[in-house]
C-alpha cells in the first residue's frame, strides 16, 4: 500500500515521477484566471484563523467570500446554514468542515485541503474531526506569527510569478494601481476585463448597470454603440494597468448577427423597461460581443468563455444568499455551429482574438477541440485553446478527460495548462495537483510505448504545459 500523499502521490510510473520531479514542480505559477481580490494583496492581509481563508463569510457589502467547493461539501453532509455561510463561530465551522471532510473520498477537495495543510503548515497528517482542535490551533498560531503566511508571503512561498485577477470594466482599479508601485513585490497582479453585466440585457440589474456604465465613462449611454464604445473605452483603461485577459461567463455561445441599427432599436427597448425576446436579447449579445473581440485582437488580450453552467438553482436559498453561493450545476449546450459562426466572422476579417474556451460538460470538449482546429493560425501556437478542465470538472478525472480530447484531437503540447478560478490564496496547490495528474498521464503514455522516451521531447512538453506556454501565450 502507498503511503497517503507522498512526494510520489498520484504519480504511478517511475516515467511519471522522472516528469514531475524534474521538469514540472519546481516551475513558476502562471494563475491567468482566479477571483482573489487585489485590495487583500496589497494590504498584506494576515488571517486570524484557517476558517477565514477556507470557508470565508460575508464581505462589506453583503456578498459572500469563501470556497463554495467547500461550502457544498458540508451541506451534503447535512451541516446547518448557520455553520456554512452563516454567523457562527469559525472554530465551530471549521469542525463541521473537518466531519464533511472525512466523508469526501473520491473528491478533489480531499486533497486539495490537505495539499494545502501539507504544503503551507506542515502538517502531514490528514485533517478528520478528532484532529480539528490540534490543526486549528496550530494553523491558526501560523496565520497569525508566520511572515511567509500574510497574503503576499503565500503568493511568494507559492513560486506565483502572475495573477490574473477578475474584475468589472467599471472598476476604478485602483488597488492594481497601487500594487504596481511596489518595487519589490515579486510578482504581477493584473486586472482581467469581465464585462458579463453590460452583456447580459436579459437579466436582472442590467439597466442599472448601463446607467452605472455610463457615468464611469463621463456620458449618458442612449445606444448599443453607445455600449460598445464605452467598453471598448475601459479596455484601454484596462490595458494601461496591463490587462492580458478578458473573461465571459456565458450561459452559452449565441451568434445572431444584426445591423447595428436593430441593435440600437433593441437597446431602447431594453432601456424602458419593455420585455425583450431571447432572440433580441442574442442579437444585442452578439453584437456587443463581436465589437469586444475585435478590440481583444487589436489589443492583444485573450479572450477566454466559460460556459454550460446553469446558475443559482435554489431559488429559496438564491433569495437568502445571493450569487456565487454554490447552487449551480452542469448544463447542457448545443451551441457548437454557433461558436463556429462566431469564430468564422471574426476570422473573415482577421480580428479574432487568441480564445480559450472552457465548458462545464466534458461531452462538449470534442466539439470544441475540433472547432478550435478550425481557426488556429501562426499569431502563436495554439491560438485557440481548449481551457482546462473548469469547476465541476477540476478532478482527476475531468482533467484526464480534457488532455485526452486535446491530445486526441489537438495538440496538447501548445495546452496553456492550470488556473485556480479560486477565491482563496491557499489554492495554489491545485497548480501542484494538475501537474502531477498531466505527468501521470503523459508518463503512463511513454511507459505504454505510445510516445518515444525522447527526454528532449518531454522537458519541452511538459515545461511548456506546466509553465513556458502560458508566459508565452499572454506575453508575460
Request: charged share 25%; hydrophobic share 35%; with cysteine.
Amino acid at each position: 500500500m502507498k503511503a497517503f500523499m507522498d512526494q510520489d502521490f498520484m504519480l504511478r510510473t517511475e516515467t511519471a515521477k522522472h516528469l514531475f520531479h524534474d521538469y514540472a514542480e519546481q516551475l513558476p505559477i502562471i494563475d491567468y484566471h482566479c477571483h482573489i481580490p487585489p485590495r487583500e494583496i496589497y494590504e498584506d492581509r494576515r488571517y486570524n484563523n484557517i476558517a477565514e481563508v477556507w470557508l470565508g463569510g460575508r464581505s462589506e457589502d453583503g456578498s459572500y467570500f469563501g470556497d463554495h467547493y467547500k461550502w457544498r461539501v458540508m451541506r451534503s453532509n447535512g451541516v446547518p446554514e448557520e455553520k456554512v455561510t452563516g454567523g457562527a463561530d469559525p472554530y465551530e465551522k471549521f469542525v463541521e468542515f473537518a466531519k464533511a471532510l472525512e466523508m469526501a473520498i473520491g473528491n478533489p477537495m480531499y486533497h486539495w485541503s490537505n495539499l494545502e495543510l501539507h504544503k503551507y503548515f506542515g502538517i502531514t497528517e490528514p485533517l478528520t474531526a478528532d484532529n480539528a482542535k490540534e490543526i486549528w490551533d496550530k494553523t491558526s498560531d501560523m496565520l497569525q506569527h508566520d511572515p511567509n503566511l500574510t497574503v503576499r508571503g503565500i503568493i511568494r512561498q507559492s513560486n506565483v510569478k502572475y495573477v490574473g485577477t477578475t474584475d468589472d470594466p467599471i472598476d476604478s482599479l485602483e488597488w492594481h494601481e497601487k500594487l504596481a508601485q511596489i518595487p519589490d513585490l515579486g510578482f504581477m497582479v493584473c486586472p482581467s476585463y469581465r464585462p458579463d453585466k453590460a452583456v447580459n440585457i436579459n437579466k436582472a440589474g442590467w439597466k442599472e448597470y448601463i446607467e452605472a456604465l455610463g457615468k464611469c465613462v463621463g456620458r449618458v449611454l442612449v445606444s448599443a454603440q453607445d455600449v460598445c464604445d464605452a467598453l471598448n473605452e475601459r479596455i484601454d483603461f484596462f490595458k494601461a494597468h496591463g490587462c492580458k485577459a478578458s473573461d465571459h461567463g456565458l450561459d452559452y455561445i449565441m451568434f445572431r448577427p444584426c445591423p447595428i441599427e436593430e441593435a440600437n432599436a433593441i437597446f431602447t427597448k431594453a432601456m424602458a423597461g419593455q420585455e425583450i425576446t431571447t432572440e433580441e436579447a442574442e442579437k444585442f449579445q452578439t453584437t456587443v460581443l463581436l465589437s469586444l473581440a475585435r478590440k481583444y485582437h487589436k489589443e492583444n488580450i485573450v479572450m477566454e468563455i466559460h460556459y454550460s453552467c446553469t446558475r443559482n438553482n435554489n431559488a429559496r436559498m438564491f433569495r437568502l444568499e445571493g450569487p456565487d453561493t454554490g447552487f449551480d450545476m452542469i448544463a447542457k449546450s448545443t451551441c457548437y455551429n454557433q461558436m463556429a459562426e462566431f469564430f468564422s466572422c471574426l476570422d473573415e476579417t482577421n480580428e479574432l482574438p487568441k480564445t480559450i474556451v472552457f465548458s462545464l460538460d466534458a461531452s462538449d470538449f470534442n466539439q470544441i477541440t475540433t472547432c478550435l482546429g478550425c481557426f488556429q493560425s501562426d499569431e502563436v501556437p495554439g491560438k485557440m485553446q481548449l481551457g482546462a478542465a473548469w469547476w465541476f470538472l477540476d478532478t482527476r478525472d475531468g482533467m484526464e478527460a480534457q488532455m485526452r480530447s486535446l491530445g486526441n484531437l489537438g495538440l496538447l503540447g501548445n495546452f496553456v495548462g492550470m488556473l485556480t478560478d479560486s477565491r482563496s490564496f491557499l489554492s495554489y496547490t491545485r497548480h501542484d495537483y494538475f501537474r502531477r495528474i498531466a505527468c501521470d498521464l503523459i508518463g503512463q503514455w511513454v511507459e505504454d510505448g505510445e510516445y518515444p522516451n525522447i527526454e528532449s521531447s518531454l522537458k519541452k512538453i511538459i515545461e511548456g504545459i506546466s509553465y513556458y506556454n502560458a508566459e508565452r501565450y499572454f506575453g508575460i
